[in-house]
């Protein structure tokens, strides 16, 4: 069964540093920034913890998924699927066209690396979010992982073009969706449906997984990512998601502060620095509000949050 490891190793070829403590291990996501890895993990560290990354590793500021009941963070979710009963008893429409139209199998890195890159670069442009990766970047994240155990690039062809692909890992009992993209010339073919579906049945078939994590609440994505999720019978787990900055910072992120990111964003919308930012800030100061006095998130308002 494929372990964290190889996902740090894939994570240490990219040019991430790595750190450990008790709980976790952190990956590096920036301007010294530390998100707790595997991602879909619920984690509860120390004070102690948080301040030798701090300290000791100069962090400027970390994040991590914690348990509803702790006393910070921000309500949030991750999107999941758990058990062994997909696909769901209807299968969307676009799904069913996309399934009569495309051919859906595992594709090489190197592949991915190049035609997924037109892809990638296309569903950012949808996403207003062009700025947040560069082709560079994407080739040395695909081809890093060549023999990586447990990383997978899964692709759907339209006459033998690529117009969807995904890319995921198996982590123990989880497989994890990382990135999924499209061309805006398939999307009416049902193209990421389809592949959403056979995916996600395909490695639910897997005696060893028992979850597929479709990734974090994000802090700039917009709300449409995840409720197409949804729409494909995937649904939003709580958690409560936590942003802490360092001592030195903290006294420098405030409302006021956060009212000067969101004016900086609504005046330079496609900044990636502005909107990771922003969403650092939003999680940040939420998540010192008492669970029961904040505001769900829109996939959550609808369904009841009970803590444990």
């Not at 193209?191 to 995916?199: C, F, P, R, S």
Request: proline share 6%.
């Amino acid at each position: 069964m494929t372990d964290i490891h190889q996902f740090i190793e894939w994570n240490r070829r990219q040019g991430h540093d790595i750190l450990q403590t008790e709980s976790s291990y952190w990956v590096s996501a920036g301007m010294r920034t530390y998100q707790a890895i595997p991602y879909h993990a619920v984690i509860s560290p120390t004070e102690q913890e948080l301040r030798t990354l701090f300290n000791e590793h100069k962090a400027t500021a970390i994040r991590y998924s914690t348990s509803l009941s702790a006393p910070e963070g921000m309500l949030s979710y991750h999107i999941v699927y758990e058990g062994k009963s997909y696909p769901p008893k209807k299968i969307p429409h676009k799904a069913r066209k996309g399934l009569a139209l495309t051919v859906i199998e595992p594709i090489s890195l190197s592949r991915m690396a190049t035609e997924g890159w037109e892809l990638r670069s296309d569903t950012l442009k949808r996403q207003g979010r062009m700025g947040a990766e560069t082709q560079k970047w994407w080739e040395t994240l695909c081809l890093s992982g060549q023999d990586i155990k447990g990383l997978e690039a899964w692709g759907a062809m339209v006459d033998g073009k690529l117009a969807a692909a995904l890319l995921g890992m198996q982590c123990e009992d989880t497989f994890s969706i990382f990135f999924q993209q499209s061309h805006r010339d398939f999307l009416r073919l049902g193209v990421n449906n389809a592949l959403t579906y056979v995916v996600t049945t395909e490695i639910l078939k897997r005696p060893q997984i028992n979850q597929v994590f479709y990734g974090l609440h994000s802090l700039d994505a917009p709300a449409s990512v995840d409720e197409y999720k949804l729409h494909m019978g995937y649904y939003p787990k709580p958690v409560r998601q936590r942003i802490v900055f360092s001592p030195f910072l903290r006294p420098f992120v405030n409302p006021m502060s956060h009212a000067m990111l969101k004016t900086a964003l609504r005046l330079f919308p496609s900044s990636y620095l502005f909107a990771k930012a922003e969403g650092m800030f939003r999680f940040y100061l939420n998540g010192k509000i008492p669970i029961a006095n904040q505001t769900p998130p829109a996939i959550l308002a609808s369904r009841p949050v009970q803590q444990e």
